[in-house]
Structures are given as C-alpha cells and as structure tokens.
C-alpha cells in the first residue's frame, strides 16, 4: 500500500518538474523572465520530494532488514535498488547545491542572479544526471506497481523507452546549463 502511495506521489512530483525545467530553462536562456510565481512550483516540488525521498528511506531500511533477516533478494532487484538508492541520495545532496546555484532574494525582494561557476555548472549536470538515471530505473517499477505491466512481460519495452525518454531529458538540461554557465566560464578563462 505505501509503495502505491509513493508511486501516485511521483505523478506530480513528474508533472511539477517537467514545469520547473521548462520555465527554469526558458530563464536561463533568456526566453522568460522571472516570476515570484515560479518558487510556488519549485517549493511544492521541494516539498514533494522530501516526502517521496523519506518512504525512499523507509523503503530502504525494509530492504535492508528483510536481507539481514536472510530473506530472498534477487540480485536484478539488488541493481534497480542500488541505481535508485544511489541516485536518490545523490539527488538531496545535489538539490541543496541547486537551491543556491543561481541566486537569491535580497532584504528587499529583489531576486539577484549569481555569476555562474565551474562547481554550480558541475553540481547541475550531476543532479540531471540523478535526476534522469533514478526516474529511468523507477519509471517501469511504479508501471509495475500500477499493474500496468507484469514483471518481465512488457518490462524490457517500458525499461528501452523510460531509459531514451530520460536520456534525452539529460541531453537537454545539459545544453540550457552549457549555455548558460559555459559563456560566462569560458569568457573567464579566454
């Protein structure tokens, strides 16, 4: 019942991030300006996420149990979980350092834009790289916990199609930050 609950959490957690990436990369380079409003999404899934990361842990912590009570893994299992372990820790670390890559509110409101950095430029295609590998290998285990597929038939297909659909996702985010980071870090060095 709580891995349903997590799976219909990350429904929104996908919605709200498809919006954060699409207005953030139309910020960055230069398409939209910014609005107050876009912290109300990037705090909602803030939020979100927090919460799917602690059944994450709770999650993880069963998994560990049940194998210490020497309880059946199977080691295709073991990869998925590793994949999803690693690149969900990997994600609160590195969503800390995006909350301050770009900049921050003054005492008067006004939203002051950092100078980009070699370290920040690091940190975001990290987190998109988390990001993308964490929801390739979750996006066929929530289908299977929506009975959508049966475990091994239909799985490949949905494992090929969730691992390009979130390739190119990386892809993308890789050209905005390369746009707006390298200008800046390359006119620095030159």
């Known amino acids: 019942m709580l891995r349903k609950i997590n799976s219909i959490l990350t429904i929104p957690i996908y919605i709200l991030f498809a919006a954060h990436l699409i207005l953030m990369s139309g910020l960055l380079t230069g398409f939209v300006g910014f609005n107050p409003d876009f912290k109300i999404i990037s705090f909602t899934l803030a939020a979100l996420v927090l919460v799917h990361a602690l059944f994450g842990i709770y999650f993880a912590f069963e998994r560990i149990f049940l194998k210490k009570r020497g309880q059946k893994v199977y080691p295709k299992e073991n990869k998925i979980f590793r994949v999803q372990m690693i690149s969900g820790i990997a994600m609160l670390i590195l969503v800390l350092l995006h909350t301050t890559a770009y900049g921050y509110t003054n005492a008067e409101g006004i939203f002051v834009l950092r100078d980009p950095s070699v370290f920040y430029y690091i940190t975001e295609c990290l ?8 929801s390739a290998v979750s996006v066929p285990r929530m289908a299977i916990t929506f009975g959508l ?7 490949l297909k949905i494992v090929k199609v969730s691992m390009a659909v979130f390739t190119l996702v990386f892809i993308f985010a890789v050209i905005v930050f390369s746009s707006y980071y390298l200008p800046s870090i390359l006119g620095g060095i030159l």
């Open 149 to 155: 597929i049966k475990e091994g038939k239909g799985l």
């Open 127 to 134: 987190l998109a790289l988390s990001v993308c590998a964490h």
